[in-house]
């Protein structure tokens, strides 16, 4: 499975961003795809999963009722809205797909597949 994000940018305190993240190769391996994020100086952390079928969604606390994930089957693409965007969001944020289904999907150890990675910074 081949991954690749992209959307980052910069944006202020406030703003909104949608990241992208298209799939390919044998996806049909994965059952869910991930979103994680890395801040500088901290760990990788879960931010947001969908199953591909049903699309059962999962969220990090830190960002319930301002990020929504969505996928699209026929395009193999998974999407992360952004919204109400605060400083403590800029991190470098990767997409991940799985292959150890009986991790927990907000588990880092589930997935093994994973995206290049977008930077997305806000500003104060």
């Known amino acids: 499975v081949q991954l690749q994000a992209f959307g980052g940018g910069l944006v202020r305190a406030g703003g909104s961003l949608r990241l992208s993240c298209a799939a390919s190769g044998r996806t049909v391996s994965s059952s869910v795809m991930g979103w994680f994020r890395q801040a500088p100086g901290k760990e990788r952390e879960f931010v947001s999963g969908i199953r591909w079928s049903p699309a059962v969604t999962y969220y990090a606390d830190s960002v319930k009722g301002r990020f929504t994930i969505s996928r699209d089957n026929a395009k193999n693409t998974v999407y992360l809205q952004m919204n109400s965007l605060k400083p403590e969001d800029t991190a470098v944020y990767y997409c991940?797909?799985?292959?150890?289904?009986?991790?927990?999907?907000?588990?880092?150890?589930?997935?093994?597949?994973w995206g290049q990675g977008t930077l997305v910074t806000v500003s104060s």
């Open positions: 991940a797909a799985d292959r150890d289904i009986t991790r927990s999907p907000y588990s880092r150890d589930r997935y093994h597949y």
